[in-house]
Nanobody, 120 residues
């Protein structure tokens, strides 16, 4: 299953943005969101199991949520955006166990990222 992220753009601090991850087919894989801020390493944002249990990075809880409305569409809702949320956002699919969920090595399929820029 090839995931593809979209929906990025330029927003102001405090705005909301929803990213979409379109999957190329039905899957029981876990779908994860990662981001890579400029000059930094890629980091885990959150993930959703095929049975819709979600995980969000502790520092983003309360502002970011993950959901799905079908077997082939996953969303990342980002609220109260901050300049430090500026990054390229990626979605990926894989079969991680809970202990490896936050590692990008646990995901085998990646799409091209979508740029999110938050101005102050």
């Amino acid at each position: 299953v090839q995931p593809q992220a979209s929906g990025g753009g330029l927003v102001q601090a405090g705005d909301s943005l929803r990213l979409s991850c379109v999957l190329s087919g039905r899957t029981s894989d876990t779908i994860a969101w990662f981001r890579q801020p400029p000059g930094k390493e890629r980091e885990f944002v959150g993930a959703i199991r095929w049975y819709s249990v979600t995980f969000v990075r502790d520092s983003l809880k309360g502002r970011f949520t993950i959901s799905r409305d079908s077997a082939e569409m996953v969303y990342l809702q980002m609220n109260s955006l901050k300049p430090e949320d500026t990054a390229v956002y990626y979605c990926a699919s894989g079969r991680p166990i809970t202990s490896t969920m936050q590692s990008d090595q646990a995901y085998s399929n990646w799409g091209q990222g979508t740029q999110v820029t938050v101005s102050s």
